[in-house]
């Protein structure tokens, strides 16, 4: 008999993955919190939150209880002409959560799709009120998604240079410094009259290594965009729920966004599900007498009812008092263990807000996603029972909620040795 590994290198195509050099892929036969088990019941650590969505753990009973329920209820219905009460009860339950401007929800099944969303969106305000601009600002070293839209406005780099010539161009301007604020600013002064929209990814961007910068400097050019009329969307797909410490990005910054983005963690990381917000003055740009003014956007399983209810369900674990503790403990530990990395010959740089704890190893080489570090250290903490999955040189902790502080050390102290070994 065929083994699992060897049937899916038979017929399966991995993302992110060079399959000619790449290791097998591990094959994961069941979830419990925190941990993985593959099919010899070898268990791993999920410290990375499986990409970033899990938040309660994996397989969580409540969660499954309510999608299991909902199945029986209502599996899918089409999201034209229809609703039904997840979709509803999701988006009055977010919308309280999030900012004021936020009145209206628009739901996909991806952090891509909620992206190329709330791009067509602004395109299309403009485009709707009779203005033809062209110009969308974007952070450099920015990740927003795969597809071309969010491509487009992601940094150029080996990821999007096959498709470069069909990428649409974004205007790339750097994170905000106070060094570099008041020439932000007159760029974006000079370029407001025909900028479409400011696309960020909030305090973090992810993809990029974990780079963070500051509230404050946000919140600055926040500002200024506003004063200017640039529409700005905030990508919180990586961010939000709980992720900084505060349940999205927004909740560290005074000023506050046109339109908002989110997936990976809104379902507890269950089941695939996009969300794009916007303010009033958006959704009111597209009502008309005119057809050709509505928002010829959707996706087969638009607001899909099992992950909606999956949504609820993780939202209402994530506002306990019990998880919110949790996220306190883990920035706690986290901030602990960043003051002994700190005076460690071997890291170049330690960074966190909240939940999220990266560190730059020093390796003799410029930091990148391909120097090669990543492929001894990413067998390395494996071996170990532990799924990191170091960003080149940048190890990144990003761990469920529910990990407890026996599990945050074993991962620390491995991270200690991994810095001594290699
Ligand atoms: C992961 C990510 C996306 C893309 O989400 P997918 O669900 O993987 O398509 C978009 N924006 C940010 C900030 C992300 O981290």
């Known amino acids: 008999m065929k083994t699992l590994t060897q049937r899916d ?26 941990y993985l088990f593959d099919e010899n019941g070898k268990r791993y650590l999920d410290a990375i939150s499986s990409w970033w969505v899990t938040l309660h753990g994996h397989a969580h ?121 008041p020439e932000l600013k007159s760029f974006i002064s000079h370029n407001a009259a025909d900028t479409v929209c400011f696309i960020y990814e909030p ?67 269950t089941m695939p599900l996009g969300v794009t917000t916007c303010s009033q003055e958006i959704y009111d740009a597209f009502l008309s007498e005119n057809q050709h003014k509505a928002l010829y956007h959707g996706h087969s399983f638009t607001a899909n009812p099992l992950a909606c209810t999956a949504a609820l369900a993780s939202l209402e674990l994530l506002l306990c008092a019990e998880t919110q503790a949790h996220i306190e403990r883990i920035c706690q530990k986290h901030s602990g263990f960043l003051i002994k990395l700190q005076k460690h010959p071997r890291i170049r740089t330690v960074r966190q807000i909240g939940t999220i704890l990266a560190m730059e190893w020093e390796t003799g080489m410029e930091t990148s996603y391909f120097n090669g570090f990543r492929e001894k250290l990413y067998p390395y903490f494996l071996e170990k029972g532990i799924l990191l999955r170091p960003l080149g040189n940048i190890i990144y902790l990003l761990p469920p909620y529910c990990m407890n502080n026996e599990d945050l050390d074993y991962i620390y102290v491995a991270i200690l040795s991994a810095l001594e070994e290699n």
């Open 61 to 181: 009973p409540y969660i499954a209880e309510k999608v299991a329920a909902q199945l029986l209820q209502l599996e899918q219905v089409i999201f034209a002409g229809f609703t039904h009460p997840p979709a509803i009860e999701l988006a009055e339950v977010l919308l309280a959560l999030l900012p004021p401007a936020q009145k209206k929800v628009f739901y996909t099944d991806n952090g891509s799709t909620a992206v190329e969303v709330a791009l067509k969106m602004c395109l299309q305000f403009w485009n709707n009120k009779g203005q033809d601009r062209k110009k969308v600002l974007a952070l450099t070293n920015g990740y927003h998604g795969d597809t071309f839209g969010a491509m487009s406005v992601s940094g150029r780099s080996v990821w999007t240079k096959p498709f470069e010539g069909l990428l649409f161009e974004a205007v790339f301007i750097d994170p905000p410094t106070t060094a570099n604020l």
């Open 9 to 34: 290198q038979q017929h399966i195509w991995h993302p992110y993955t060079q399959m000619h050099t790449a290791a097998p892929a591990i094959p994961i036969v069941k979830g419990s919190g925190a």
């Open 203 to 269: 305090l973090v961007q992810g993809s990029a290594g974990m780079l963070m910068y500051s509230p404050d400097c946000l919140d600055s050019l926040m500002h200024h965009c506003r004063k200017e009329g640039v529409l700005m969307i905030q990508d919180e797909v990586f961010t939000g729920f709980g992720r900084t410490g505060k349940n999205f990005a927004s909740d560290h910054l005074k000023e506050f966004p046109d339109l908002m983005c989110f997936s990976k963690g809104l379902t507890g990381g």
